[in-house]
């Protein structure tokens, strides 16, 4: 409980005419004691860390932020030796009733309260103003050893940013705008740096935002791919405030180390995590290795070579695609060195032992995930030429920004070969075997393709199929034959009380380890005793996000996700899954067309007849299982077929 200023006493009727103005003396002194107390808390403790936390729609609709806030406070953390100063804003609704939707506070955090000392001169938490003020008021008025910084909400990585202030549009921080808040701060004009940076947020673990942060600070620690709706374990508080050592470092260690143990000990979903943290001394190493490697492919992809690097492009272990249209183009700059291996060995190798200096420690489940992550376009050519201008004036590598533009230029141009898949009716080799061939110029720019399996829908227009599955697994040999093997499978969602209902799954990821599949949900849930800022009646869509692996052959649910509604800014809110709720998957239903020749029509001229599966409601927990298709269903098998500059191609169907 917050301490009361005075105590109310009992005033004697007589009293001499002096005693009003020597109390009111005092507490005029007392009063300003508790201003200097407020602001100056204790002196020079080890570390103060400063959490700019922009609550957005993550606060508004599911209190995610007031939840770590509470966490922090009952984290244990030795106050005598470590400050926690929020700066808060950014949400249309708070969840914590100490807390105004309607200002950007700083608040002092104590285990037993808030205390707010300050308000920002602006409620629009994505001003580089904003920032700096808070870093100011931080550093003015609570001396430390050393300062770490976390910046709290959604992610976009370099080209989209950081942050989505809800109460202004989800207005963003560019990277520029976080270099003009760092370099602003007082802190930076007396020549002194956080002891590190890190991002509670989705995707910002990337050279770009490192190379943004270098000159500010000494670690950053960030994710690479998405974070889930809990994001960090802020038990690492009391860890690093029981220890001695407050290095950027020994922190770094800690936070990524307990984000581990709470994702594996996960009681509902384990879902794919990946945390690491950087050593920014080393960021100007790992650039001068890429330009170096950039300079020796720059001359081959004006060469005539843009299919070839394409190729390894395509294969690059790649983050933030949460379904078959939502691409970041952020990749792995690790897994790149080492697509790339084969053309540039020299190269590669230097690329790789740099990124592996600079990574302090990581955890992972997530395969061919190494702690730093790059912008490459490749997938997302509909936003391609915005986000290239924007990536131009983040202040990156010149030499790497020209190239991925030149790049780019190619990805968009005109067709570099002639396909006519529509021509192409799949060869059946064996029981499930199927293989088309290329002629050597669509070998050559052939990039991957997916194998779908498709079971007619009685009782519909004619010709209408719904989709089962879909696969990459298929590999093109030395003489140009494309081979996949349709296993004739589909997945079945159920739970404890014995309910089923089929599923339309799409695949979202293929390695050597697992592959991961998405099927679509429609979700409602009526609830009487819902509090007046939820609803009682919810719906909507979400996600449920399958691994299949030797462990788990017939799939285990990893995680169930809704979208924010915001366009390209990344989700990180899992989807709570009620008693009572009513499940419906998604039936992925298309009726596919020919023309008067009969070769069918690209995929995108399919008449779209998509539904919902009759579904159940929840009992208990939900599961997955894979089941045979039934033998006397009415199939057809058909290849998808990307070429190196991204365009798809259908081939005719076989049944």
Known sequence: MKKRIYEEGHIQNKIWIFVPAVCAGFVL????????????????????????????????????????????????????????????????????????????????????ELRKVHILNTDN??????????MDYVYENYEADSYGMILWDHGGGAVIGYGGDENHS??????????????????????????????????MG???????????????????????EAGWDYSFLKRISDGTDFSGEAAGQEIVETY???????????????????????????????????????????????????????QTKAFGRTDTSVNYDIVDLYDLAEQFAELYPQEAVALREAVARMVVCEETNVADAHGIAIYFPYDNKEDISDWLEEYSQIGFSDTYVEFVKEFAEMLTGDTMTNWNMAETVPVKDGENEYSISFTPEQAEHYAHATFSTWESVKDWEEGCYVMWMDSSDAALDENGTLWAIAEEKRFILCDDAGHRVSCSATELERNETYATYGIG???????????????????????????????????????IYEGTGMDMIPGR??????????????????????????????????????????????????????????????LLHVFFVSDTQGNVYTTNCIE
Request: aromatic share 10%; glycine share 6%.
């Open 521 to 559: 949900l429609y979700l409602s849930y009526t609830n009487e005793d819902a509090s007046d800022h939820d609803l009682k009646y919810k719906s909507g869509w979400a996600t449920v996000y399958i691994r299949v692996d030797e462990e788990n052959p017939d799939g285990v649910i990893t995680g």
């Open 260 to 314: 581990r143990e709470y994702y594996t000990a996960s009681e509902n979903y384990a879902p794919e995590y990946t945390l690491a943290c950087m050593e920014l001394s080393q960021t100007e190493q790992v650039i001068d290795s890429l330009e170096s490697f950039i300079c020796i492919a720059e001359p081959d992809l004006k060469g005539g070579s843009y299919s070839a690097l394409a190729k390894e492009r395509d």
């Open 206 to 228: 990337m050279l770009e935002v490192a190379n943004t942060c270098a000159p500010y600070a000494d670690y950053l620690v960030a994710s690479e791919g998405m974070t889930s």
């Open 170 to 203: 989800y207005d963003m921080l560019s990277l520029y705008q976080l270099k003009e808040a760092f370099a602003d701060s007082r802190m930076t004009a007396e020549g002194k740096k956080l002891e590190w940076i890190g991002f509670d947020a989705c995707l």
């Open 573 to 634: 809110m899992s989807c709570e899954l009620e008693q009572g709720m009513e499940i419906n998957t998604f039936a992925f239903i298309r009726q596919i067309t020919f023309d008067d020749n009969g070769k069918v029509l690209p995929f995108e001229e399919w008449k779209m007849q998509s539904s919902v599966f009759t579904g159940f409601e929840l009992e208990g927990d939900l599961s997955v299982s894979m089941v045979d298709i039934e033998e006397d269903a009415e």
């Open 125 to 134: 938490m994505a001003e580089p103003a904003a920032v700096t003020e808070f």
């Open 29 to 112: 002194l007392f009063l300003l004691w508790n201003v200097q107390r407020q602001a100056h808390p204790s002196e020079n403790q080890k570390q103060v860390i400063m959490i700019y936390m922009v609550g957005s729609d993550l606060e508004s609709e599911r209190g995610l932020a007031s939840a770590d806030i509470r966490e922090i406070q009952e984290s244990g953390f030795d106050e005598e030796q470590l400050q926690i100063i929020i700066c808060t804003g950014g949400a249309a609704y708070w969840w914590n009733d100490s807390i105004s939707a309607d200002e950007c506070a700083v608040l002092e955090v104590h285990a037993d």
